[in-house]
C-alpha cells in the first residue's frame, strides 16, 4: 500500500470538496427565488461565475498539492 505525506489527504480533501461545491452549483433547483445567468432556476443564482470560481479554486488547490507533494528529479 503506497504512503502518503503528512498533509496529503487534507489538500486533496480540498480539492474533492471544491469540485463538488461546483458541480452544486449547476443543480437545478425549482425553489430558487431567481434565474441564474444561464436562464434556469439554479441551486445558486451566481451560477457560471460561482461554478468557474470553485474550479479554478480546485485546480490552483491541486497544482499546489502537486508541487508541495513531488520529489524534484
Partial sequence: ???RPKGYSLWLGLTIILTLAGIGTLIP???????CMIGY???C???PISTLI???????ICR?????FTKPQ
Avoid at 433547483?29 to 434565474?35: N, V
Avoid at 499546489?64 to 508541495?68: A, C, E, S, V
Fill in 1 to 3: 500500500m503506497k504512503t
Fill in 29 to 35: 433547483e425549482a425553489s430558487a427565488s431567481k434565474a
Fill in 41 to 43: 432556476k439554479a441551486h
Fill in 45 to 47: 443564482t451566481f451560477t
Fill in 54 to 60: 470553485c474550479f479554478f479554486a480546485a485546480g490552483m
Fill in 64 to 68: 499546489i498539492r502537486n508541487r508541495k
